[in-house]
């Protein structure tokens, strides 16, 4: 990796910088996502959660 | 008439925005305003929600008012550019391309009325959608350019959101919420049209035809004044109809003289800069006058919770 960046310019470092910036945030905002519908889907079934039949 | 895009003059690289610049493509000074006036419509919702899917309601209100924020400024880039308020936006700056926020909104709009619909109830996801929609295609896209009524009819998008908050308690919509509703649908008016008139140029220049712009700031200072006259009445009912308590009754009668005061300075001061400073007084304290109304109805439900 390291010898990949040094064979670029400042404003392509900055540009993948940035790309690793937001391909982050959009990891966590999925990983939000997930424990968002998690924590619904818990407090919707409350006790039932234990309910299993099989 | 339309102004032809010159985003691409500036020729934005794709990929060259941060995450910072799809914050702000969310608008959130606006966002925050949403948030509080959804936790508002919440809090003073008969019943009860789960906190968690409260939070959950909440945050799928802010991201889908963002997400309509980012479309605005996807569709209005081209005047964007050209407007000291908004120049700084990413598109006008050369941050980001127009497509990328048109995706990220498409996509967060989406996704926040799904969220809200499926995690909440429907009647919520549904009004989301609705405000969603009528801000991009009926206000951005439709009105904005065309008439200087936009920022009146445009205005119901940004009164949705306590009704949001209520529906996602209660399930429905009720009389209450549709008197929230109208508080800030009648606050709308006189509240841009203070800032339109100091800013008249900036509108001008770009084309809108925001009400000084088109019929002069004569009309525009009277029409400030009729709009005052029904936003303070209207706002004064949530007390009358037993949606908020004596404290909410007196706030809403002295921020309504002041509002009025400051509303009938704008109509009689018309020359030089004390015109000027009395539409930029009128404008601040809009903000304040909201923010204030709808802090005290939050505050006498949340005591009358706590009490209970």
């Known amino acids: ?54 | 008439m339309p102004l032809q895009s010159n985003v691409e003059r500036l020729a934005p690289v794709s990929g060259g925005a941060n995450v910072g610049d799809f914050v702000q493509l969310l608008k959130p000074r606006v966002m925050s305003l949403v948030v509080f006036t959804a936790i508002t419509g919440m809090v003073a919702a008969p019943g009860v929600i789960h906190p968690v899917l409260g939070i959950i309601a909440l945050v799928a209100i802010a991201i889908g008012a963002g997400a309509a924020g980012a479309l605005n400024m996807w569709y209005d880039a081209d005047i964007d550019a050209h407007m000291a308020r908004t120049a700084a936006r990413p598109i006008p700056r050369g941050r980001m391309t127009p497509d990328e926020a048109l995706s990220f909104g498409a996509v967060l709009s989406v996704f926040s009325v799904l969220t809200l619909g499926v995690l909440v109830n429907w009647t919520a996801g549904a009004l989301l959608a609705i405000t969603i929609g009528f801000y991009l295609f009926v206000y951005t896209m439709w009105l904005k350019r065309r008439t200087p009524q936009n920022i009146v009819i445009g205005g119901a998008a940004g009164s949705f959101p306590p009704m949001i908050g209520w529906a996602a308690v209660t399930g429905n919509v009720s009389i209450e919420s549709v008197l929230m509703f109208l508080i800030i649908f009648m606050w709308t008016p006189p509240h841009f049209w203070a800032l339109a008139l100091y800013r008249c140029r900036d509108y001008e220049r770009v084309g809108v035809p925001m009400l000084p712009v088109v019929a002069g700031p004569t009309e525009t200072r009277r029409q400030i004044w009729l709009y005052s006259l029904l936003l303070v009445p209207t706002a004064a009912l949530p007390s009358v109809i037993g949606l908020a308590g004596p404290v909410y009754a007196v706030t809403s009668v002295i921020l309504g003289a002041m509002f009025l005061y400051l509303a009938w300075k704008v109509r009689k001061i018309t020359e030089g800069r004390e015109a000027d400073a009395a539409a930029k007084k009128l404008f601040g304290f809009s903000i304040l006058y909201l923010f204030l109304l709808f802090a005290v109805m939050l505050g006498e439900h949340a005591v009358a919770r706590l009490m209970a």
Request: no cysteine; proline share 2%; charged share 20%.
């Open chain 1, 1 to 54: 990796m390291a010898s990949v960046m040094s064979g670029m310019n400042e404003e392509e470092k900055e540009r993948l910088r940035r790309q690793r910036m937001r391909s982050l945030a959009i990891a966590l905002a999925l990983g939000a996502l997930v424990a968002l519908f998690y924590a619904a889907t818990i407090v919707r079934l409350g006790g039932n959660v234990f309910n299993r039949p099989y």
